[in-house]
């Protein structure tokens, strides 16, 4: 059993079937993509993996619990965090304040403002977020404001922020998504070292195949919200159902 469990998951858009008998493991510290072409569904069973959305139909555990319609915070204290599409950084804010807002996060969701009343505890957050700027090769950067960053260390940012609250399960939507080539391959440089020294599972949702095949140790391929095929890279590559869905090619060809 996985610590990700997705069982006949089924959803629908009014008319629209975004997702049909969806069944998915993603093992333990591993590293698990989920790819398909637009449409197929990927988003929305992201969604279902976080209890955003409620499938109609099916289960959705992690680590033997259900994620089903718990509120944000209850996902994050379970050990489950979320890189989305868009960095969700604090533009305004300096690249260390950044690093320094999920310290202050209490385990209702609310954020301890009292702590800023103890110089020790001032002091552990503070340096909390500066190790993991070292830890994120941004050191030399904690004073940018934050709106001002490449895309790339906004996402570098994006990443330490959600590794600073130690989850056992990061999601990455789309985590190279509108990146120069150089900043895509400093990204999975960065999510190779954290896999290495965190023990951390991912899942990723990816368009990019270099990204996934450099990445992912276990790959679902979507097609119009159903699995169409789950195997390792090397099976999966010119797999003639994979060549249909992005290709248009027949199973035949």
């Given at each position: 059993m996985g610590i990700l469990e997705v069982k006949n998951v089924g959803k629908r858009f009014g008319g629209l079937q975004a997702l049909g008998n969806v069944n998915l493991s993603v093992a333990e510290n591993s590293v698990h993509a989920i790819i398909g072409p637009n449409g197929a569904g990927k988003s929305t069973l992201l969604n279902c993996f976080?209890?955003?959305?409620?499938?109609?139909?099916?289960?959705?555990?992690?680590?033997?619990?259900?994620?089903?319609?718990?509120?944000?915070?209850?996902?994050?204290?379970?050990?489950?965090?979320?890189?989305?599409?868009?960095?969700?950084?604090?533009?305004?804010?300096?690249?260390?304040?950044?690093?320094?807002?999920?310290?202050?996060?209490?385990?209702?969701?609310?954020?301890?403002?009292?702590?800023?009343?103890?110089?020790?505890?001032?002091?552990?957050?503070?340096?909390?977020?500066?190790?993991?700027?070292?830890?994120?090769?941004?050191?030399?950067?904690?004073?940018?404001?934050?709106?001002?960053?490449?895309?790339?260390?906004?996402?570098?940012?994006?990443?330490?922020?959600?590794?600073?609250?130690?989850?056992?399960?990061?999601?990455?939507?789309?985590?190279?998504?509108?990146?120069?080539?150089?900043?895509?391959?400093?990204?999975?440089?960065?999510?190779?070292?954290?896999?290495?020294?965190?023990d951390i599972t991912i899942a990723i949702i990816e368009h990019d195949m270099h990204v996934v095949f450099s990445l992912a140790e276990r790959i679902t391929v979507l097609a119009q919200g159903t699995p169409l095929v789950e195997d390792t890279p090397d099976n999966i590559k010119g797999h003639p159902k994979v060549r249909e869905a992005y290709l248009g090619e027949t199973a035949a060809a």
């Amino acid at each position: 059993m996985g610590i990700l469990e997705v069982k006949n998951v089924g959803k629908r858009f009014g008319g629209l079937q975004a997702l049909g008998n969806v069944n998915l493991s993603v093992a333990e510290n591993s590293v698990h993509a989920i790819i398909g072409p637009n449409g197929a569904g990927k988003s929305t069973l992201l969604n279902c993996f976080v209890g955003k959305l409620i499938p109609d139909t099916g289960s959705v555990m992690f680590d033997g619990q259900s994620v089903l319609g718990r509120k944000p915070f209850e996902i994050n204290q379970m050990g489950i965090s979320r890189v989305f599409q868009t960095p969700e950084i604090f533009g305004d804010l300096s690249v260390m304040e950044n690093m320094m807002i999920p310290c202050f996060a209490k385990r209702d969701g609310a954020f301890e403002m009292n702590a800023l009343s103890s110089v020790s505890s001032q002091r552990d957050i503070h340096e909390k977020a500066e190790q993991m700027l070292v830890d994120m090769n941004m050191a030399d950067k904690r004073h940018m404001n934050a709106a001002s960053l490449s895309r790339g260390d906004k996402r570098r940012l994006e990443i330490g922020m959600c590794l600073s609250q130690d989850p056992r399960l990061l999601l990455l939507d789309e985590p190279t998504a509108g990146m120069a080539r150089a900043d895509t391959n400093n990204t999975i440089d960065l999510l190779k070292q954290i896999k290495e020294e965190r023990d951390i599972t991912i899942a990723i949702i990816e368009h990019d195949m270099h990204v996934v095949f450099s990445l992912a140790e276990r790959i679902t391929v979507l097609a119009q919200g159903t699995p169409l095929v789950e195997d390792t890279p090397d099976n999966i590559k010119g797999h003639p159902k994979v060549r249909e869905a992005y290709l248009g090619e027949t199973a035949a060809a």
